[in-house]
């Protein structure tokens, strides 16, 4: 007989869903209560949502004090997915918290009773798809699934509030050992040479010299695939070229995200504005092309080129918490105009589609033909949350990176390349997650 638990998720896995979790839920987790989804923002890297925005009931002209998203919800039970249109998350940054709402406003199956009531014991079950779907199904404290979840859940990995159920998927093995067995194996080989999972999932040759990360997937069976979701079994996996497998120094900074600016010059008056501006000419003397680059980080001061500085506004570094929603990452200039700005709100949206879990793996590269040996060192990094980058931000840790010019800036067609990004030295990515572990496979 199909253990229950087992029968729910297959039930979910069946519309789609690939990442499971259970919540136990508290006496005030209720439809008038709203439901907690943990402190911090650690929440939104758990489940889909869409555009972060302002919450309708923020006072006109005061300072936000927290933000919505809508969630695409469906409440799952024998029949199928039944949608919960209103569905949304609730961001608290005065606390920081999510909660979630609106799950039984025109939801036709919804669980009233048990999503009305404050009764102790329920367990409330996500299954989570490739395109963003969520699937919520609640139980009672003496339902067979509870009763088969209490019996399973033990020692099981956590992610917050949310429990992490792929140990339950994988018939009892725990993703974070199995990917460590699979790093061993794929050390143990020595030298591998480049190569990319090909559509029909089987590894083809592959001869750029960017393969480290694609070997390594091919390696661990992994598909290439548009998805920002986790890699194997939950987990993001990464490689990073290093010098030697003694220091493990890498040999180039983590490109966190390379979002276009949202607001300042740059957007409201247009790239070239911004270029003849604050740009500079090309230092190796082509003629037309103006140049922005350099370093820009919250510990330093304006750039001697450009004369810009990057500051975080509406983000309290001692506290950790956001204290306006509607705040951003800013490039000052000295006259304090906005040269360009990353509001909070979209910065959340990239850092969102990042995942809870990421193991870093070093990596050399010898050839050509191009071939990768991986190390016997894994940096395991659970828990991240944007109000951890926005931390960085503050700290100088995270900085902006730009490689932004314009050639022919002397005749009438200019042409515009635009790169933008964040970065972060690889000895500072513990600073993003909550739990960081290094592991020595070969101990």
């Not at 999503?115 to 395109?131: A, Y």
Request: hydrophobic share 35%; no cysteine.
């Amino acid at each position: 007989m199909t253990n229950p638990l087992n029968r729910l998720l297959d039930q979910m896995v069946a519309h789609g869903a690939v990442r499971f979790y259970a919540k136990r839920l508290a006496p005030n987790d209720n439809s008038k209560n709203q439901v907690y989804l943990g402190g911090g923002f650690g929440a939104l890297n758990i489940i889909p949502h869409g555009e972060i925005e302002d919450d309708g009931s923020s006072l006109a002209g005061s300072v936000r004090d927290r933000a919505k998203a809508k969630v695409n919800f469906f409440w799952i039970d024998d029949e199928g997915p039944s949608p919960a249109p209103d569905a949304q998350l609730i961001l608290y940054p005065k606390y920081p918290e999510v909660r979630m709402s609106g799950f039984l406003r025109g939801a036709e199956r919804a669980p009233r009773e048990l999503m009305r009531s404050r009764d102790e014991g329920r367990v409330l079950f996500f299954g989570i798809s490739l395109d963003g779907r969520v699937f919520g199904h609640v139980v009672a404290h003496d339902d067979p699934v509870a009763v088969a979840f209490d019996a399973a859940s033990h020692g099981l990995p956590q992610s917050g509030v949310f429990i992490d159920l792929e140990t339950i998927r994988q018939g009892g093995i725990d993703p974070r050992q199995a990917l460590l067995n699979a790093l061993r194996l794929v050390h143990d080989k020595g030298w591998i040479p480049s190569q990319k999972m090909g559509r029909a999932g089987v590894p083809e040759p592959y001869s750029a010299r960017n393969g480290g990360g694609y070997t390594l997937e091919a390696e661990l069976g992994i598909s290439p695939n548009s998805y920002a979701e986790p890699d194997f079994m939950g987990w993001e996996v990464k490689q990073y070229g290093v010098r030697d497998f003694e220091r493990y120094t890498a040999k180039s900074p983590v490109t966190l995200m390379t979002p276009e600016p949202t607001g300042g010059v740059y957007r409201d008056d247009g790239v070239e504005v911004f270029l003849r501006r604050f740009g500079y000419p090309d230092k190796a003397g082509k003629a037309g092309r103006i140049n922005f680059g350099g370093i820009y980080s919250s510990d330093r001061d304006f750039h001697a080129e450009t004369n810009l500085a990057l500051r975080t506004v509406g983000f309290d570094a001692e506290s950790g918490k956001i204290t306006d929603v509607d705040g951003a990452i800013m490039l000052m200039a000295r006259d304090d105009t906005i040269a360009a700005s990353w509001g909070f709100k979209g910065i959340m949206a990239h850092w969102n589609r990042k995942h809870a879990k990421a193991a870093y793996v070093p990596s050399l590269m010898q050839g050509p033909p191009p071939e990768y040996s991986y190390a016997p060192i894994v940096q395991m990094n659970e828990g991240t949350d944007v109000l951890l980058l926005l931390g960085a931000f503050a700290s100088g840790a995270v900085y902006y990176d730009p490689g932004i010019k314009m050639e022919n800036a002397d005749t009438g067609r200019p042409v515009i390349k635009r790169r933008s990004q964040f970065r972060v030295k690889h000895s500072d990515l513990t600073t993003l997650y909550r739990d960081n572990t290094v592991t020595d496979l070969l101990l």
